[in-house]
Nanobody, 114 residues
Framework: QVQLVESGGGLVQPGGSLRLSCAAS????????MGWYRQAPGKQRELGAR???????DYLDSVKGRFTISRDNAKNTVNLQIKILKPEDKAVYYC????????WGQGTKVAVSS
């Protein structure tokens, strides 16, 4: 398992954009799915987006068209571009490899407020 470190969170106004980055300590080329989960206050952690090593993507319905996940297997990074942020996007965002039983980063906080 690789270690994952997220960055890029912060406070953004509604309608704004943010780019989250995840750096892995080792090669991710062999990891089938890399994903971004999020956990809002008082709610369960949910999968926001995931990308296969072949570039196929899945998104939570509520973020489709606003979130874009990408991966760079050469740089061992996974990014999440978020646009048109909504108050309900406020959460701690976690990078993940291997699904719920895989490795997790420490999380990066996204706050949405005017």
């Amino acid at each position: 398992q690789v270690q994952l470190v997220e960055s890029g969170g912060g406070l953004v106004q509604p309608g704004g954009s943010l780019r989250l980055s995840c750096a892995a300590s080792g090669a991710i080329v062999g990891i089938y799915y890399m994903g971004w989960y999020r956990q809002a206050p008082g709610k369960q952690r949910e999968l926001g987006a995931r990308i296969s090593r072949n570039g196929f993507t899945d998104y939570l319905d509520s973020v489709k068209g606003r979130f874009t996940i990408s991966r760079d297997n050469a740089k061992n990074t996974v990014n999440l571009q978020i646009k048109i942020l909504k108050p309900e996007d406020k959460a701690v965002y976690y990078c993940n490899e291997g699904g719920p039983d895989g490795s997790w980063g420490q999380g990066t906080k996204v706050a949405v407020s005017s």
